[in-house]
């Protein structure tokens, strides 16, 4: 499988997308500033016990308190094989006031805090460490039996007698010599002492630790010579080819550093698939499709035949539509990145061989997904559960917003999706042989760029020599704008265009 990776940052973003044989298969978006906090360890303070729950709120200076569970005697660590964790931990006994270390483990959502634990982990590239939680697993990833059996005694060495920590062998730590774990090993170790000091005289609510920003987080889990690697941002570039000459499973002439005058999510068609990803309906290579209903409970998806009529009779026509249903399923929930319940509403199958059959292809698209899924037996009614852990945020948060004019019933596009289409655009009109550019848009959007400092980094770089001049419209959707190329720098203008300037 032909696998690309393409990242860049603008606009205070940073994105990730990855192509597996020309299709979108992931993509993913990160606020540079106070991005992913899923992995943050943060000091954090109790200021309320729910006993009826057995939950505690902990402040920890982020915009919503956290939820921590009082029962949590182990983390899940299901997706691995590995030694049995100690259930018999007492519950925590926490009373307001109390102050402690916790770790995010599911990231803000809706009117909900982040949900945090006291079980930290640390992640490297072939070794997540628990310094407080005495478990010894493996990537099930790994099936050599004689492989598994030594990294795991590798692994149970570099405890040192210390069964209160332990270790999770990672897909990638086959590749590497003992020496290499050990010295993994080692600098997780010191992440935490480091964190331990730190937290010693901390204020609540400083951040203790914080995983790597989005670009390296991924490249971090990826290896082969297979892939390739597309960077449209030069600072980006040369922080992951330092990190690349690290390694010795990716050459570095796969990192590739694109130089184009246009957008490069444009230029290599990612843009138009990244659209797609947020259209409730989805076509199948067949002729049915899939309609994707998002609720604040769960994810509703409905399978139909649409212009597919099949050949032989009905039960077979169902069972081919629900077959490449469930192919296409596995797909869009990891490009759209759903998380926690999906519902799957099947076309009704009456033989029972065609439901398994069905069951047995969703479950097997799904195990290529890096998100933990578990799938449940399909019902007499054809209907399919399944949960996918979320990991960072869906896709359709980047894409879209509530609109304000009907309680947030409908959509309309969110404000650093306009800036991305803006942007865009820009790079096409100067790309073309414009020397300047006359953007008319909302109001609204128009004093973000100017606060927020959004071009800031264009107007020092591919656009120093470009001019910018826009007109605001209060009458304006935050989502509509038009750009008039000029081939003279000081055009005739409208007395209401401002030239744009830091």
Same mark, same amino acid.
């Given at each position: 499988?032909?696998?690309?990776?393409?990242?860049?940052?603008?606009?205070?973003?940073?994105?990730?997308?990855?192509?597996?044989?020309?299709?979108?298969?992931?993509?993913? &978006?990160?606020?540079? #500033?106070?991005?992913?906090?899923?992995?943050?360890?943060?000091?954090?303070?109790?200021?309320?016990?729910?006993?009826?729950?057995? !939950?505690?709120?902990?402040?920890?200076?982020?915009?919503?308190?956290?939820?921590?569970?009082?029962?949590?005697?182990?983390?899940?660590?299901?997706?691995?094989?590995?030694?049995?964790?100690?259930?018999?931990?007492?519950?925590?006994?926490?009373?307001?006031?109390? #102050?402690?270390?916790?770790?995010?483990?599911?990231?803000?959502?809706?009117?909900?805090?982040?949900?945090?634990?006291?079980?930290?982990?640390? &992640?490297?590239?072939?070794?997540?460490?628990?310094?407080?939680?005495?478990?010894?697993?493996?990537?099930?990833?790994?099936?050599?039996?004689?492989?598994?059996?030594?990294?795991?005694?590798? !692994?149970?060495?570099?405890?040192?007698?210390?069964?209160?920590? *332990?270790?999770?062998?990672?897909?990638? !730590?086959?590749?590497?010599?003992?020496?290499?774990?050990?010295?993994?090993?080692?600098?997780?170790?010191?992440?935490?002492?480091?964190?331990?000091?730190?937290?010693?005289?901390?204020?609540?609510?400083? &951040?203790?630790?914080?995983?790597?920003?989005?670009?390296?987080?991924?490249?971090?889990?990826?290896?082969?010579?297979?892939?390739?690697?597309?960077?449209?941002?030069?600072?980006?570039?040369?922080?992951?080819? !330092?990190?690349?000459?690290?390694?010795?499973?990716?050459?570095?002439?796969?990192?590739?550093?694109?130089?184009?005058?246009?957008?490069?999510? +444009?230029?290599?068609?990612?843009?138009?698939?990244?659209?797609?990803?947020?259209?409730?309906?989805?076509?199948?290579?067949?002729?049915?499709?899939?309609?994707?209903?998002?609720?604040?409970?769960?994810?509703?998806?409905?399978?139909?035949?649409?212009?597919?009529?099949?050949?032989?009779?009905? #039960?077979?026509?169902?069972?081919?539509?629900?077959?490449?249903?469930?192919?296409?399923?596995?797909?869009?929930?990891?490009? +759209?990145?759903?998380?926690?319940?999906?519902?799957?509403?099947?076309?009704?199958?009456?033989?029972?061989?065609?439901?398994?059959?069905?069951?047995?292809?969703?479950?097997?698209?799904?195990?290529?997904?890096?998100?933990?899924?578990?799938?449940?037996?399909?019902? #007499?009614?054809?209907?399919?559960?399944?949960?996918?852990?979320? &990991?960072?945020?869906?896709?359709?948060?980047?894409?879209?917003?509530?609109?304000?004019?009907?309680?947030?019933? *409908?959509?309309?596009?969110?404000?650093?999706?306009?800036?991305?289409?803006?942007?865009?655009?820009?790079?096409?009109?100067?790309?073309?042989?414009?020397?300047?550019?006359?953007?008319?848009?909302?109001?609204?959007?128009?004093?973000?760029?100017?606060?927020?400092?959004?071009?800031?980094?264009?107007?020092?770089?591919?656009?120093?020599?470009? +001019?910018?001049?826009?007109?605001?419209?209060?009458?304006?959707?935050?989502?509509?704008?038009?750009?008039?190329?000029?081939?003279?720098?000081?055009?005739?203008?409208?007395?209401?265009?401002?030239?744009?300037?830091?």
């Amino acid at each position: 499988m032909k696998k690309q990776w393409f990242f860049d940052r603008y606009c205070g973003q940073q994105f990730a997308a990855l192509l597996e044989d020309g299709n979108l298969a992931e993509f993913a &978006v990160e606020m540079e #500033e106070n991005g992913d906090v899923v992995g943050n360890v943060y000091k954090g303070v109790v200021t309320n016990v729910l006993s009826g729950m057995n !939950a505690a709120f902990i402040s920890c200076g982020l915009e919503k308190n956290c939820y921590l569970s009082m029962e949590e005697t182990y983390t899940d660590y299901t997706k691995y094989d590995g030694t049995p964790v100690s259930t018999n931990t007492k519950p925590l006994s926490l009373q307001i006031g109390d #102050e402690l270390i916790v770790q995010v483990t599911k990231p803000p959502r809706g009117n909900k805090g982040a949900k945090v634990t006291t079980h930290l982990s640390f &992640v490297g590239r072939r070794l997540i460490y628990l310094p407080r939680t005495d478990f010894l697993g493996i990537s099930r990833k790994i099936t050599d039996d004689t492989q598994r059996e030594t990294l795991l005694k590798i !692994a149970d060495a570099m405890r040192e007698g210390n069964t209160n920590e *332990g270790f999770i062998i990672r897909t990638q !730590a086959p590749y590497a010599t003992q020496q290499q774990l050990q010295k993994e090993a080692n600098y997780l170790k010191k992440l935490y002492a480091e964190m331990c000091r730190r937290a010693e005289n901390a204020p609540v609510g400083t &951040v203790l630790y914080q995983d790597e920003e989005l670009p390296v987080r991924t490249l971090r889990d990826t290896f082969g010579d297979d892939v390739s690697i597309y960077v449209g941002d030069e600072e980006l570039y040369q922080k992951l080819r !330092a990190l690349i000459r690290l390694r010795d499973d990716i050459p570095e002439e796969n990192l590739i550093k694109h130089n184009g005058d246009r957008s490069m999510m +444009r230029q290599y068609g990612i843009s138009p698939l990244v659209y797609e990803a947020v259209n409730p309906r989805v076509p199948l290579h067949n002729g049915g499709y899939l309609v994707i209903d998002h609720t604040e409970a769960m994810t509703v998806i409905d399978v139909n035949t649409g212009s597919y009529i099949g050949k032989d009779n009905l #039960e077979d026509t169902v069972f081919s539509v629900n077959l490449e249903a469930a192919k296409e399923i596995a797909r869009q929930v990891r490009l +759209r990145n759903i998380g926690g319940i999906v519902v799957v509403d099947f076309i009704d199958m009456v033989e029972e061989s065609h439901r398994d059959a069905v069951t047995q292809t969703l479950e097997s698209y799904l195990a290529a997904d890096r998100a933990k899924c578990k799938i449940l037996p399909m019902s #007499e009614f054809c209907i399919t559960q399944f949960t996918r852990k979320q &990991v960072g945020l869906p896709v359709l948060s980047f894409m879209v917003k509530g609109c304000s004019h009907c309680a947030g019933i *409908g959509y309309v596009h969110e404000d650093i999706f306009v800036l991305t289409r803006l942007r865009a655009d820009l790079l096409d009109c100067f790309a073309d042989g414009h020397e300047a550019a006359l953007i008319e848009l909302n109001e609204n959007i128009y004093q973000k760029i100017v606060q927020k400092k959004t071009f800031a980094k264009e107007l020092v770089g591919r656009w120093k020599n470009k +001019r910018l001049y826009f007109v605001p419209h209060k009458t304006y959707p935050e989502d509509y704008f038009t750009i008039r190329g000029e081939k003279d720098a000081f055009p005739n203008l409208p007395d209401r265009a401002q030239l744009l300037k830091y």
